[in-house]
């Protein structure tokens, strides 16, 4: 009966790395994603100037509004963090105000990335123009679809927060889809890198 | 609490603990990792016949040359679904079913860490597998063979939905794999009971840990291949379509940096399992266990700087050849380690020959000869003959089926009893072991022959004056044989379940902490949670008495169990829809189907997974 001190470890709230199951498994799920958005990149880096036919991405790609989409991007990140420390200390209107800047900004990417979409049309670029066109929209799409998926959560927190079911000892699940919303933004940092800044 | 032992007979019968549901909603609704896994072993085991009985009119059809008794398309479809349904819906999910069982009992939890998520793979792989198969009932199965190079797969070669089917069956599968690999990754990392450090962890345990790390990588590169691939043949990309400039190379990369992991993500889980049953029936310790958990991780590594040793042919010239010549020599040490620790735990041990020792021991032997074929093509000049023909059938059918397959058949006999409480027939099972044995043998052996005499694989029929005959005809029969060993283990199946021989809490006197739980385990496992401080923590007899006063005794009160769902398989059924929906082509149609997700992703998320008022 010696165990019977050490029988109830497994309350809730305990592991064996002290880390919660759902963090650890968030960070594998994004570990995943990295291989996931790895082979995508890999890809528009394996056919980077074999295109037979324009137009090319030195033809069409606007660095400075691209430039401009990226930090509207970025600076829903640090709207985020603020989101978290607002749930953190119970201060759940700044957080649904700042869950709100997210989404705007993520709108706002969406929205500018958008209309480089429409512009490359116009120029001729489409799914099948070339291997170019696939491959960056295939990859780039991806990325949308990605953001959109995080807005569509950030929107369920927010209806969370104003139910009040996310008090600070919960915070987590705020902490969480920031895990996401931040991993979204860092690859978008390494698209931009390798897609738009070395051409 | 001086009378419970591991001798004493603990079946649901003698002991008088909380009743259970056992209706048909109970399982459609439950979440218990154990049932999940008897779900995942009936499926595997359908599967398996289903691809089985289509291996067999491969055989009929090529036991004579020039033979018409299927037509080439159809041989086709037949070889590709064979291969598909053996390695997606037979070998993995197989191997899926043991890890759902075992890991948390091995480890000392009362569940994986995220029971919803756990049914929610189960069922999509399950759909997704009716949903692969339903090609037939269209007319539609997939056609491009189980690699699915391009270009056969484009649209100009292959016009029709056959091998949308396949695209977007795997995608299904995909999820499945990558949301197991999650769960079991956090489960072993953050769910161990006291004192189970890693380095303490049953090897099965480690196989699995490795295997998921496998799983979440390696699936997405095939992921997004298949993504490229739907997309070149509904939207009209050009990934793929040289007519465009793209390049059919890079499927083949894509797929075999998938491919590959893959390999060992089948093989790994059964050298988990007889890592765990040949120390058992040899009353002695694993030799070198921590070499054995080395080798196994670094096979893991190794298994991917390899991928392009299945593209010798395709001529990516003598630097890339000789970097994947010397990799894939380089894996085999890790695998030939692992050999001799299982031999240096035989030796010396007073050894038991159960039905699961010679699976163990069988595996041994066949294993290592598709080793030593592995070896032959490893080298390129050699591989450019081998390429293709039946010598390479004959290599993986050695090391899948040879390895993959029996060590889970050795897993079967071993951990049957804890499943249900009653032994499998040994005498049925010996007869099952030499039965497979020899139909084995007798099938796959020939084929090295047939192969270097020039046999093309994935060809209907071959000539006569090619002067295979014979090797055709004992691979024939063969098949059937092993066919028979296959229906002998169903048989045996059914009938030791109903009236197999009573089992108690630990009939093998094995060492780890899924054996010191009653047979069948109560469906929270652990009354409480026992502390570990060994590797085989019921083989020292301090441990074992004060780890079994926590197991075995029925608690006061039971522990609280997340509740059942009937969320997953709905949410399931949505993924599924929604994937299939895909072959429209049309993107509203797409972008509808997405809708059922989304909302039943919210009704899962708001419902509580623990009963009321315990305030998870």
């Not at chain 1, 919660?20 to 498994?25: A, E, F, I, L, R």
């Not at chain 2, 080395?294 to 590594?301: D, E, T």
């Not at chain 2, 390899?306 to 085999?332: E, Y």
């Amino acid at each position: 009966m010696a165990q019977a001190a050490t029988a109830s470890v497994e309350e809730h709230g305990h592991t064996s790395t002290g880390v919660s199951n759902w963090k650890v498994g968030f960070w594998t799920f994004i570990a995943s994603e990295c291989l996931f958005f790895g082979t995508l990149i890999s890809t528009y880096m394996v056919y980077k100037g074999r295109a037979v036919v324009g137009p090319y991405p030195e033809e069409i790609f606007d660095v400075l509004h691209t430039t401009i989409s990226t930090t509207v991007l970025l600076f829903s990140s640090l709207a985020f963090v603020l989101a978290l420390h607002a749930t953190q200390q119970g201060k759940k209107g700044i957080a649904i105000l700042w869950l709100f800047f997210v989404i705007a900004m993520g709108a706002g990417f969406l929205y500018m990335e958008g209309t480089s979409y429409l512009k490359y049309i116009d120029y001729g670029l489409t799914l099948g123009s070339s291997t170019f066109g696939s491959a960056y929209y295939v990859l780039t799409g991806t990325h949308k679809v990605h953001v959109i998926l995080g807005m569509v959560w950030i929107g369920a927190l927010i209806w969370l927060l104003f139910r009040g079911r996310i008090p600070p000892a919960k915070s987590e699940q705020v902490e969480i889809a920031g895990l996401y919303w931040h991993f979204v933004d860092i690859i978008w940092i390494v698209i931009f890198t390798l897609v738009y800044l070395i051409q | 609490m001086s009378t419970i032992g591991l001798e004493t007979p603990v079946g649901r019968e003698a002991t008088a603990h909380h009743e259970e549901d056992t209706g048909f909603w109970s399982w459609i609704t439950t979440v218990d990792h154990k049932r999940i896994a008897i779900m995942y072993f009936v499926a595997a085991t359908a599967f398996f016949f289903i691809a089985g009985l289509k291996a067999l009119v491969i055989r009929a059809q090529l036991m004579f040359p020039e033979q018409t008794l299927i037509t080439p398309e159809l041989y086709n479809q037949f070889f590709t679904m064979h291969g598909t349904t053996m390695i997606f819906l037979v070998a993995m999910p197989m191997a899926v079913a043991f890890f759902n069982y075992l890991v948390p009992l091995q480890i000392g939890a009362r569940d994986v860490a995220f029971p919803r998520l756990n049914a929610l793979a189960f069922w999509i792989f399950l759909f997704g597998g009716i949903y692969l198969n339903s090609s037939f009932l269209v007319g539609a199965a997939p056609h491009a063979s189980w690699v699915g190079y391009a270009t056969l797969t484009s649209p100009e070669f292959s016009p029709g939905q056959n091998t949308n089917f396949w695209l977007i069956g795997l995608s299904i599968l995909g999820i499945a794999s990558i949301m197991g690999g999650v769960n079991f990754i956090t489960t072993i990392i953050n769910m161990r009971a006291p004192g189970m450090k890693l380095m303490r962890m049953p090897l099965f345990t480690w196989m699995t840990l490795v295997t998921s790390f496998l799983l979440i990588t390696a699936i997405p590169v095939i992921g997004v291949a298949l993504i490229y691939l739907g997309f070149d043949r509904l939207f009209g990309t050009v990934f793929f379509q040289p007519a465009g400039g793209g390049d059919p190379v890079l499927w083949q990369h894509l797929f075999w940096i998938f491919g590959h992991p893959e390999v060992y993500i089948l093989i790994l889980p059964a050298f988990g399992v007889i890592s765990d049953i040949i120390p058992t029936f040899s009353k002695k310790p694993l030799f070198g266990y921590p070499i054995v958990v080395y080798a196994g991780i670094l096979i893991g590594f190794i298994g991917w700087g390899v991928w392009s040793h299945h593209m010798f042919t395709v001529g990516l010239g003598p630097i890339a050849d000789s970097f994947f010549v010397a990799a894939t020599m380089i894996i085999a040490i890790p695998t030939g380690v692992k050999i001799f620790n299982w031999l240096a735990t035989m030796w010396g041990g007073s050894l038991k020959f159960t039905t699961a020792m010679l699976f163990c021991v069988g595996l041994l032997a066949v294993f290592t000869v598709g080793g030593l074929s592995g070896i032959m093509h490893a080298s390129a000049p050699v591989n450019l003959q081998q390429h293709d023909s039946y010598f390479v059938v004959a290599h993986f059918h050695y090391v899948i089926v040879g390895g993959a397959m029996m060590g889970l058949w050795a897993g079967l006999y071993y951990w049957f009893p804890k499943v249900r409480g009653r032994f499998l027939d040994e005498t049925l099972g010996k007869w099952h072991f030499w039965t497979t044995m020899i139909g084995f043998n007798l099938t796959f052996f020939p084929m090295h022959f047939a192969g270097l005499f020039g046999m093309p694989r994935r060809i209907f029929t071959y000539s006569a004056e090619l002067n295979v005959d014979i090797y055709n005809q004992l691979s024939t029969v063969g098949a059937f044989i092993f066919g028979i060993s296959s229906v002998i283990m169903v048989w045996n199946i059914v009938k030791s379940w109903r009236s197999g021989e009573p089992a108690p809490a630990n009939p093998w006197g094995a060492p780890h902490l899924e054996w010191a739980t009653p047979s069948p385990p109560h469906h929270y496992n652990f009354p409480r949670i026992p502390t570990v401080r060994s590797r085989e923590p019921l083989w020292h007899k301090q441990e074992r008495d004060e780890i079994l006063a926590v197991t075995m005794p029925d608690p006061e009160e039971e522990p609280l169990m997340p509740n059942p769902s009937y969320w997953p398989i709905v949410l399931a059924a949505a993924i599924t829809l929604s994937w299939a929906l895909v072959m429209t082509g049309i993107w509203w149609v797409i972008a509808l189907g997405i809708l059922p997700v989304i909302l039943a992703t919210f009704m899962w998320a708001f419902e509580p997974a623990f009963p009321e008022g315990h305030g998870h």
